[in-house]
């Protein structure tokens, strides 16, 4: 890692952010989206961390929100409200409320039901709301069962054989505007062929509508490009190129339609690493624990979706030795890993628990009443 002399004073939990990475990741990405004229929003449900934020509106990126917080959020790090894209299957009327207010760039409705309340909601505000109907397109995205959302067993977007319903439905509302399509299959997914799928399945849906006379302004492929957990160093920034290659190649855009896309992990998991101190190291029955002073409610993803992280011992030269890095937490499940090899661990030294940028400080909680873990940056 980058940086150690500084990483060495940091007060322990931190979560510590490369920004030199931040910013080359989102050099790479621009560079691969312009190549096709594609718009990206960033999810900022994968990381709200202001000092991010502002770095990727000033990219030039949009945002994608998932409640009426991270629209105020993006909104106070520089993203414009017309770069603002609004999902979620549960938006309250406060929330639809503020962003028909902003005037963002449009909500990814996911019910009929909510589509018939935001028509209230903007007939009573004087509004016409723009929308995008989020399809399920049932694209099985292959990944951990949690992070998976295109499948009909899922409660994400319309299931294909409601859409021409809700569409008929749609058009009838007078202060709705249709403006585009949405989907989102599922995140951390590697394997191509799962997007070109999303891509073949997109393709038929548009050409049905526009059997019906319907073509839309705009189309959404939302996030889910996955990173390297397990060689961060090997790979520190995603495989964009494959990605938008991908869409490139297997998508056939409508004349004149725009196409968007909202990434999260890919643009913000590999510049952070959760840095933790060794409190103690155990001796247990047949295995030896090294207890953190991070817990699961600094970095949730191991317990949740037993999610691997790479984990290194920053300041130990020793000879290897296996252990189980575990937490302070009052829980069996506060545990990053199993049989991990470290050098030689002792109390006191510094571990690093990489590729925790995304999905980390966000889904962080003050369980057992713990502090909140702090943050840093690279200087
Ligand atoms: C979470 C989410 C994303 C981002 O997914 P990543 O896998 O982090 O790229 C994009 N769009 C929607 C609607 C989401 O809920």
Redesign the pocket.
């Known amino acids: 890692m980058r940086n150690l002399e500084q990483i060495k004073r940091l007060s322990t939990p931190s979560y510590y952010y490369d920004i030199e990475l931040l910013d080359e990741t989102l050099h790479a990405l621009h560079k691969e989206a312009d190549a096709y004229g594609y718009h990206v929003h960033y999810?900022v449900?994968?990381n709200a961390n202001p000092v991010l934020l502002k770095r990727i509106s000033r990219q030039g990126l949009g945002a994608?929100c998932?409640s009426g917080n991270e629209i105020k959020r993006a909104l106070e790090c520089g993203f414009p409200a017309d770069s603002i894209v609004y999902?979620g299957v549960g938006k309250s009327d406060a929330e639809i409320e503020l962003a028909l207010e902003q005037d963002i760039f449009c909500f990814?409705c996911e019910s009929l039901p909510e589509i018939q309340v935001i028509d209230e909601i903007a007939g009573r505000m004087g509004k016409k709301a723009k929308i995008a109907l989020r399809i399920n397109p049932n694209v099985d995205a292959h990944t951990h069962h949690y992070i998976t959302t295109g499948i009909e067993e899922n409660k994400f977007g319309i299931y294909l054989y409601d859409l021409e319903h809700v569409v008929q439905e749609t058009l009838q509302r007078s202060h709705i505007q249709l403006t585009g399509l949405h989907f989102?299959i599922g995140?951390?997914i590697t394997d191509m062929s799962v997007f070109r799928g999303l891509c073949i399945r997109a393709n038929e849906i548009q050409a049905n509508l526009k059997e019906h006379g319907l073509i839309l302004p705009h189309i959404n492929f939302?996030?889910?490009?996955g990173i390297n957990y397990q060689e961060p160093d090997r790979q520190p920034i995603a495989d964009f190129k494959a990605y938008f290659a991908t869409f490139a190649r297997f998508f056939e855009p409508m004349p004149h339609q725009q196409v968007h896309f909202?990434?999260?992990?890919?643009v913000v998991a590999q510049c952070g690493n959760l840095i933790a101190k060794v409190l103690y190291v155990k001796e247990g029955k047949n295995r030896r624990f090294v207890i953190l002073d991070a817990g699961m409610n600094d970095l949730l993803r191991p317990a949740l979706y037993q999610a691997f992280h790479q984990m290194e011992n920053l300041t130990s030269n020793l000879p290897e030795a296996k252990y189980d890095i575990v937490g302070p937490i009052c829980e069996s499940a506060d545990c990053f890993g199993k049989d991990i090899a470290l050098n030689a661990t002792q109390r006191g030294d510094l571990i690093a628990i990489r590729s925790c940028g995304?999905y980390g400080e966000t889904m962080a909680s003050r369980y057992n009443l713990r502090d909140l873990p702090h943050c840093a940056y690279s200087e």
């Open positions: 999810a449900k994968a994608d998932v999902a990814n989102h995140s951390q939302g996030g889910g490009l909202e990434l999260g992990r890919s995304a």
